[in-house]
């Protein structure tokens, strides 16, 4: 299959025009009952609506996608509402497996593949990847291992015990899209439009003490004073004893500026294409994966070293 710019817009535009028409019209059907309305949206996380709004994260993955999966078989773990499974079949998989154990969200994707005829080419299960069987689940094993369960605080998702174990159902010469995450140090002073602080800072004062925290947060205005790359995981070799210990590039300065944070972000690779989660200076409401950050405020933390730190799981920084 060989696609134009202008052909592969149109297939994105196709898959989010499905989506949102579909959440448009349950959403009028859920108001009418607000105890449903309420259950729905409680099993459905705000940020896989969020997800499919990221033009910049879909961007990334089409174009990871349309480079590698023509003709293979692939298994995505953790198929949300399907819209990563759909993209492969419509640019040219062989056969794609793929898995949710939200019974919501697992319907709704069920319902997506039906609607785009594309039953023969995905097979979902409504199950936890790591409860799925060779042979009896998965009929081969799989060329492509794809995945983007990355999140605020980037493992916070089972990624790593996820990954580690996906690895049983590639092939020898198989590979991972992404196929490598890069965790990256950002210091950025936020620059109010008020002279006096506004209500985020007020509460990340109050909140972010010596802990790493995952916070929502509307960045409607950032400078981005260093960053530098902590380390790099290779997907196809991660597991879920990762341990990471990293002293801090803190910035040169004794008195450390207002409203200056550490902010650790992600980078995907996958080829030549990357996606650094925290934007440059981004004031796009559409971005998920920037408004989702662990941050800590340097300006009250008077230790002229910090350590961050991963094990067991957990995030700390001393």
Known sequence: ??????DDSEIIKKFQQ????????DRLTFSANKMFHRKIHNAIPFWHIEMLRDQERNDFYYKAIKAGVKNKTVFEVGSG?????????????????????????YNYAVKFIKENQLESK???????????????DLAEKVDIILSEIFSADIFSEGLLRSLEDAKRFLKDQGRFIPEKLNLIENYLQLENDNKDENELTKFLRVVLLQRLHGVQWELKKHKVLSKKKITSID?????????????????????????????LSFEIVSGKNKYNSLGEYDTDSTRHWSKMSSLIDLAINNKEELTLIYEKNKWDIN
């Open 18 to 25: 499905l989506y949102f028409s579909a959440f448009k019209n």
């Open 122 to 136: 995905i097979t979902i299960f409504n199950k936890n990847s790591q409860k799925l069987k060779l042979k009896k």
């Open 81 to 105: 509402f399907g819209y990563l499974s759909l993209l492969c079949a419509e640019l040219g998989a062989k056969h794609v497996y793929t898995c949710e154990e939200n019974p919501i969200i």
């Open 235 to 263: 997907l196809s070799k991660c597991h879920e004893s990762f341990i990471l210990n990293h002293k801090l590039n803190l910035p040169k300065t004794k008195e450390k500026a207002k409203d200056v944070f550490f902010v």
């Open 1 to 6: 299959m060989t696609t134009s710019k202008n």
